[in-house]
């Protein structure tokens, strides 16, 4: 089992930067972990993903902005996210993949492809 904690989230203005962190109790042997986010009304949508190698991959639309990272040693995960708009607004989840080569890592974009959660850290930017 892998338990995931999320920090970081917060209030910004329009502009600004956040940097999420996600600490687990473990990585899964897959090594893929992600960042997902949900506006209200609106369905969960993949941020960025990492594989067991450190290779990242992104929304199209925000790979401009967001850095996604991971430190083995710490059980941590990052999102670095700056010059914030307000319709990045949103709760943000990390998540674990048990079961994933590092291609299909990189190409998860669905929350079905990730089985750990955790409760999300709220990001608001006005």
């Known amino acids: 089992h892998v338990q995931l904690v999320e920090s970081g989230g917060g209030s910004v203005q329009a502009g600004g930067s956040l940097r999420l962190s996600c600490e687990a109790s473990?990585?899964?042997?897959?090594?893929?972990v992600a960042w997902f986010r949900q506006a209200p009304g609106k369905q969960r949508e993949g941020v960025a993903m990492?594989?067991?190698?450190?290779?990242?991959n992104y929304a199209l639309a925000l790979r401009d902005r967001f850095t996604i990272s991971k430190d083995n040693d710490k059980r941590t995960l990052y999102l670095q996210m700056n010059d914030l708009k307000p319709e990045d607004t949103a709760k943000y989840y990390c998540?674990?993949?048990?079961?994933?080569?590092?291609?299909?890592?990189?190409?998860?974009?669905?929350?079905?492809?990730?089985?750990?959660w955790g409760q999300g850290t709220q990001v608001t930017v006005s």
């Open positions: 998540a674990a993949a048990t079961s994933s080569s590092d291609y299909a890592c990189r190409m998860s974009t669905r929350p079905a492809d990730f089985d750990y």
């Open positions: 473990r990585f899964p042997e897959s090594g893929c």
């Open positions: 990492i594989d067991a190698h450190g290779t990242p």
